[in-house]
């Protein structure tokens, strides 16, 4: 099994920044790719962006492209989600998740494991 723990959300104002981190623990080892989801009120779970684990290949969803940056750290077992101008749109509760199949998609079905979630909300 792999554990994953959010931080970093908050409230902000719109166009401010905030940094997400997602530690994980556990079998780390079998892991494939990490990325992050979110879901506002009244609408479907997500797809932000993925990151694979070994080459740091990543993916994101058009709506943060210029915006989010996913980046890792190997060492500390991290995954980072660095959200900058930041829109009353993007409030929405944030999931890490992690999978072991060898794809890089944005279909939820295909992560294994997540994270409780960690609350983003952005005022206009």
């Known amino acids: 099994q792999v554990q994953l723990k959010e931080s970093g959300g908050g409230l902000v104002q719109a166009g401010g920044s905030l940094r997400l981190s997602c530690a994980a623990s556990?079998?780390?080892?079998?892991?494939?790719?990490r990325g992050w989801f979110r879901q506002a009120p009244g609408r479907e779970r997500e797809f932000v962006a993925a990151?694979?684990?070994?080459?740091?290949?990543?993916t994101a969803a058009d709506f943060v492209t210029g915006r989010f940056t996913i980046s890792r750290d190997n060492a500390k077992n991290t995954v980072y989600l660095q959200m900058n101008s930041l829109k009353p749109e993007d409030t929405a509760v944030y999931y890490c998740?992690?999978?072991?199949?060898?794809?890089?998609?944005?279909?939820?079905?295909?992560?294994?494991?997540w994270g409780q979630g960690t609350q983003v909300t952005v005022s206009s």
């Open positions: 556990g079998r780390t080892f079998s892991i494939y790719a």
């Open positions: 990151i694979t684990w070994s080459g740091g290949r990543a």
């Open positions: 998740t992690a999978t072991r199949t060898t794809l890089l998609g944005a279909d939820s079905n295909g992560y294994d494991y």
